[in-house]
């Protein structure tokens, strides 16, 4: 009997900027050109590019050939992470660590209409202009957006501090024209739920300068409400600063090492936790294949010291650390200075971290992560893309297909829901869902399933059937999903 893995349908729909995979210390003092003796940059490169400034016949310029000659030397490192800036590269790379750009303030997602509008910030033209969650962007500048990437809308949005831009938005059945001015918006890189029971939720979305202050007030609100139980997710987290993965670890660390770092002369140093303290509930980590660099120095020490329990997929695999260094002719370069290990000599560079419970899927993960939280049951609503938990809304969402008058959800999140095991079986071409009474298959033919994209989505009517703790609803827009618990 063969089996394989049901290929999992989940977004975790956030989508504000994209960010580099870093591990920054704090920039250097001193530029680099003043760090190289001044004998040493003239030479062979120095005379080339005069000749070829001189006589080649395209008539190039010198800052086209030191720009070539610069990405020349870097290519030749065959180092990813290591990185020439210009002086606007730089701005919109620090922009990207600190979460903050020029644009109108919504954190946005992917719809057939256009672009959803996830949250709305405050303080943001956005929120002046009276867009809420749930609108969708239909057009920018009088051009639809419909079936466009959500990078290539946001490109259409920001620009220019100061400067206008123009949208139209869908809802409900309303259509109405936004006209906004730009401005510096400072996305929070960390937002916190409590659901019932006393289980906290804490969302890291970068590794910025104010993350590890963000956090730290957070968690002491939620302790304020009576927190038992945490899940902190860091799920599509790219990374950041080391200082704010180094004060994060203390708030779970009472003191240690961080990681233990190798640089080019093979000598270990150690990054140290110091004035931390432990907490006195489990918590449980959450990440993903994206889950990278500061995320993986955090959830690395965590783990290793046994003070959280990892939920997830296997981790990026960036285990370096880079400087910046401002250059006397403007821009950066981001140099790669050390690898890093884990408290117990872990690697991480090229390898990742394996979790302690792997799970597929965003949602699946989620639940997982709240079960073991101590959630007991679980009432989930589902409005086009947007998804709540208790009433709460959530980052992840999944597609669900309405057909004939029935409703199919992918099977992993009503395996997730069930809290059961499921596989696709290729020889009976069927899914299988386990639980501790034996297997169930659900099968094509009969209509009591739907493949999509690779994906299996179950008729609910008939998989409740077979496991009635789970009660459902729909009225076409939205799906409501409800749990008996034990």
Do not use: C
């Not at 409005?383 to 992918?410: A, C, H, I, M």
């Amino acid at each position: 009997m063969k089996m394989k893995r049901l290929r999992p349908l989940f977004w975790r729909k956030s989508v504000s900027v994209v960010l580099s995979l870093s591990l920054l210390l704090p920039a250097a003092s001193s530029a680099l050109a003043d760090e190289i003796p001044a004998g040493t940059r003239s030479g062979k490169v120095q005379e080339v590019m005069d000749l070829l400034e001189k006589h080649h016949v395209s008539a190039p310029s010198r800052k086209k050939l030191e720009d070539a000659a610069v990405e020349a030397m870097i290519a030749a490192l065959d180092d990813p992470y290591t990185d020439y800036f210009t002086p606007e590269e730089l701005q919109q790379f620090t922009s990207s660590i600190e979460n903050n750009y020029v644009g109108i303030g919504v954190r946005i997602s992917e719809d057939p209409l256009g672009i959803y509008i996830e949250e709305v910030f405050d303080g943001s033209p956005a929120k002046s202009a009276g867009l809420m969650p749930g609108d969708i962007i239909v057009a920018v500048e009088g051009e639809s957006v419909a079936g466009m990437k959500s990078t290539d809308v946001t490109s259409k949005i920001v620009g220019p501090e100061g400067t206008k831009v123009n949208v139209t938005v869908l809802r409900g059945e309303e259509r109405s024209d936004k006209q906004m001015t730009r401005q510096a918006v400072h996305i929070p890189p960390v937002s916190s739920r409590m659901f019932s029971g006393g289980i906290g939720y804490i969302e890291v979305t970068t590794f910025s300068s104010d993350a590890d202050e963000m956090m730290g007030e957070q968690l002491d609100a939620l302790k304020s409400q009576g927190l038992k139980s945490l899940v902190v997710d860091l799920r599509d987290n790219p990374g950041g600063l080391l200082d704010t993965a180094q004060q994060m670890a203390a708030m779970f660390v009472e003191k240690g090492v961080l990681i233990h770092t190798r640089n080019r002369d093979n000598i270990n140093n150690q990054v140290e936790i110091s004035g931390g303290e432990k907490q006195p509930f489990p918590v449980y980590f959450l990440v993903n294949e994206m889950s990278a660099s500061a995320s993986e120095v955090l959830t690395g020490a965590l783990q290793d010291y046994g003070v959280v329990t990892v939920i997830g997929q296997k981790t990026f695999g960036k285990g370096s650390v880079q400087n910046m260094h401002e250059l006397s002719s403007g821009g950066a370069l981001k140099i790669t200075i050390e690898e890093y290990l884990t408290p117990k000599l872990r690697k991480v560079n090229q390898v990742g971290l394996e979790p302690d419970i792997k799970v597929e899927g965003s949602v699946p993960q989620l639940l997982k992560a709240l079960r073991l939280a101590g959630m007991k049951s679980f009432d989930l609503t589902l409005r086009g893309q947007t998804l709540e938990v208790e009433g709460q809304l959530v980052s992840d969402w999944f597609d669900v297909v309405r057909q004939d008058g029935k409703l199919y959800v992918p099977a992993r999140v009503l395996a997730a829901l069930a809290d059961i095991g499921v596989l696709w079986n290729e020889e009976k071409r069927a899914v299988e869902l386990t639980s501790k009474d034996g297997s169930v298959s659900f099968v094509p033919e009969g209509q009591q399933v739907q493949l999509k994209d690779g994906t299996s989505y179950v008729d609910i009517a008939a998989f409740t059937a077979k496991f009635p703790g789970i009660s459902w609803t729909d009225d076409g827009r939205k799906a409501t999903f409800r749990t008996s618990g034990e």
